[in-house]
């Protein structure tokens, strides 16, 4: 069936340092891909989003590309803040129906 | 555009009770997900409305839940004679979706607790 996997973490960062939180997945057919984020005593919130190999998600200073021949969707971003602690979480849509199948999750953590 | 909203936001039950909870999702969206997500994992899916009906249910839904949109506009899930195992954060989320990959919208989730 399909599956994504993440990273472990937690992963705890200096403000400014970069951030890749890897992402790897496995689907039959032709999969859109997701990252979500849930910020501290929120929901989920859509971040960023590609529907096919080689496009490119960004968002918030945060990017991700659709590698079809490594089966991933990597998260980076070159400067992070304090504001982005939060749990992200990759995704993949398959169907028709379009559900998510979700990862884990990673726990990041900006100090200032 | 409010949002999508779950009721209530926390519920405590014993072991055995019956609970249900509400979603009303984005005003016209067609489409509706419940998801369920227990302490250090990612959502799972649970079940999907296209308008009223029922397309889609997660071998994880056991007999003793059911969903329902009677209206094709807010969703109820009941979970019947509960078990500990219930305990979890559920989700919904709802997408105007004409095409694969539309934005779901989550709402906040109602966070179970057996005892």
């Known amino acids: 069936g399909d599956s994504v996997t993440q990273m472990e973490g937690p992963v705890t960062l200096s403000e400014e340092a970069f951030l890749t939180i890897n992402c790897t997945y496995t689907a039959t057919g032709y999969p859109s891909l997701f990252w979500y984020v849930q910020y501290p005593g929120e929901g989920l919130q859509l971040l960023l989003k590609a529907t096919k190999a080689d496009d490119k998600g960004s968002n918030k200073g945060f990017e991700a590309t659709y590698r079809k021949e490594t089966t991933s969707f990597h998260l980076e971003k070159g400067s992070v803040q304090v504001s982005d602690s939060a749990v992200y979480f990759c995704a993949l849509d398959t169907g028709a129906n379009s559900k998510l199948t979700f990862g884990k999750g990673i726990t990041l953590s900006v100090r200032p | 555009d409010t949002g999508v909203s779950q009721n209530p936001r926390h519920k405590i039950t014993k072991r055995g009770q019956n609970v249900t909870f509400r979603c009303d999702p984005i005003s016209e969206h067609n489409r509706l997900y419940w998801y369920r997500q227990t302490l250090g994992q990612g959502p799972e899916f649970l079940t999907y409305f296209q308008n009223e009906a029922q397309l889609e249910k997660s071998r994880l839904l056991s007999d003793r839940f059911s969903a329902e949109r009677p209206k094709g506009s807010f969703s109820t899930l009941e979970i019947q004679r509960t078990e500990q195992g219930d305990s979890a954060m559920y989700l919904c989320?709802?997408?105007?979706?004409?095409?694969?990959?539309?934005?779901?919208?989550f709402g906040p989730g109602t966070r179970l607790t057996v005892l």
């Open positions: 989320a709802s997408s105007d979706a004409q095409f694969q990959a539309d934005t779901q919208y």
